[in-house]
């Protein structure tokens, strides 16, 4: 019983984060699978580390602070069910091997991204035509990720291909 109530606090916890993170549409998103979520929390903290969907890691809570990162599975679901651009920004085709790789993306090569999107907002990174490169996160405001031509705009976490 006591195993249960623990359990259910964590979820709602885990859901209030990604709704603030987030919004309410992404967490229904995420979180439409209720029952196959797996919460693993760290040894020593006991704090919530990672939320996993059957066995697959579907989020990681960052320590330093408290928000989500999001894995090639959750921003899957996402680019899924929600139109272009949101949560995204949309690279040119052409360096999506360097991106797959994990190299960062740069101003000039960004063509659509989300406009709502703030510093350190974590990003998903797809080609022209929807597929998924990488997921990172926005390094500068997005007003300015438009209007320069140099610089790095979004640190890349993982790429698809980087190992």
């Known amino acids: 019983m006591r195993m249960e109530v623990e359990q259910l606090l964590a979820l709602r916890k ?4 990604s709704d603030y993170q987030f919004s ?9 699978d209720i029952k196959n979520i797996k919460i693993k929390r760290s040894k020593n903290t006991h704090k919530i580390r990672y939320v996993y969907l059957n ?3 579907l989020l990681a809570l960052r ?17 899924q069910n929600l139109p ?14 360097f991106i ?10 960004i063509l659509e991204i ?27 405001p997005v007003h300015y990720i438009k ?4 610089g790095i705009a979004i640190d890349v976490r993982k790429g698809i291909k980087q190992s």
Do not use: M, W, Y
């Open 14 to 17: 885990i859901k209030a984060i």
């Open 24 to 32: 309410p549409e992404i967490t229904d998103i995420l979180f439409k």
């Open 55 to 57: 066995n697959d890691l």
């Open 63 to 79: 320590p330093t602070n408290g928000f989500f990162t999001l894995t090639i599975l959750s921003a899957d679901k996402i680019i």
């Open 84 to 97: 272009p651009p949101r949560l995204r920004a949309v690279v040119d085709s052409e360096i999506s091997e």
């Open 100 to 109: 797959q790789k994990g190299r960062n993306v740069f101003c000039k090569h």
């Open 114 to 140: 989300d406009e709502n999107l703030r510093p350190n907002d974590e990003i998903i990174i797809v080609n022209q035509e929807g597929k998924i490169l990488a997921i990172g996160r926005v390094k500068i």
């Open 147 to 150: 209007q320069f031509k140099r």
